[in-house]
T-cell receptor, first 114, second 115 residues
Framework: SAVISQKPSRDICQRGTSLTIQCQVD?????MFWYRQQPGQSLTLIAT?????????ESGFVIDKFPISRPNLTFSTLTVSNMSPEDSSIYLC???????????FGQGTRLTVV | KQEVTQIPAALSVPEGENLVLNCSFT??????LQWFRQDPGKGLTSLLL?????REQTSGRLNASLDKSSGRSTLYIAASQPGDSATYLC??????????????FGKGTHLIIQP
């Protein structure tokens, strides 16, 4: 199994500002994934982050709004840019999944935009 | 594009009952299916991973089955306890279809076990 640490665990931000969420894994992984969980909803994949290449975004998510960095095999960041109240959600980092392996999730970052 | 549906959306039962949670998916070209548990305001805890070559997987009081041909999976919880109260999520690979990386989640079953 993998242990995933996310920071911050929660934050309250002003609209128009940006927040960077960090995800640290205790082992080297090829792919990392970022998900959003809006209030009362299930998880939606935002993007897949491979080390050394551009992130792949799902329909409805764009790099300008959710820039992602993947500087090495154990770390990734997701930035939520120019925030609005609609961005209030839980953001989760995940590893695994590819090739039939088990997926593991961080504890999430609860973001409230006011 | 993969779509995952979970039934029922909510369930409230007395302690001790055996339960069945249902999950269906549209794209059967999956290599596995995973069940998670989510407690309020928390992240996801992996419960069971069933590979496409398996028909079921067991962990303690939990048993998950997978029928790729019909696009269905079930999670069976035996002798339910109040500590089992949580939201249970089913997830299949293929957010972009065809078994591509990333998971598609159902909306979950919100389970309450009454003491």
């Amino acid at each position: 199994s993998a242990v995933i640490s996310q920071k911050p665990s929660r934050d309250i931000c002003q609209r128009g500002t940006s927040l960077t969420i960090q995800c640290q894994v205790d082992s080297q992984v090829t792919m990392m994934f970022w998900y959003r969980q809006q209030p009362g909803q299930s998880l939606t994949l935002i993007a897949t982050a491979n080390q050394g290449s551009e992130a792949t975004y799902e329909s409805g998510f764009v790099i300008d709004k959710f820039p992602i960095s993947r500087p090495n095999l154990t770390f990734s960041t997701l930035t939520v840019s120019n925030m609005s109240p609609e961005d209030s959600s839980i953001y989760l980092c995940s590893v695994g999944q590819a090739g039939g392996t088990e997926a593991f999730f961080g504890q999430g970052t609860r973001l409230t935009v006011v | 594009k993969q779509e995952v549906t979970q039934i029922p959306a909510a369930l409230s039962v007395p302690e001790g009952e055996n339960l069945v949670l249902n999950c269906s998916f549209t794209d059967s070209a999956i290599y596995n299916l995973q069940w998670f548990r989510q407690d309020p305001g928390k992240g996801l805890t992996s419960l069971l991973l069933i590979q496409s070559s398996q028909r079921e997987q067991t962990s303690g009081r939990l048993n998950a089955s997978l029928d790729k041909s019909s696009g269905r999976s079930t999670l069976y919880i035996a002798a339910s306890q109040p500590g089992d109260s949580a939201t249970y999520l089913c997830a299949a690979p293929g957010a972009r279809g065809g078994g591509a990386d990333g998971l598609t989640f159902g909306k979950g079953t919100h389970l309450i076990i009454q003491p």
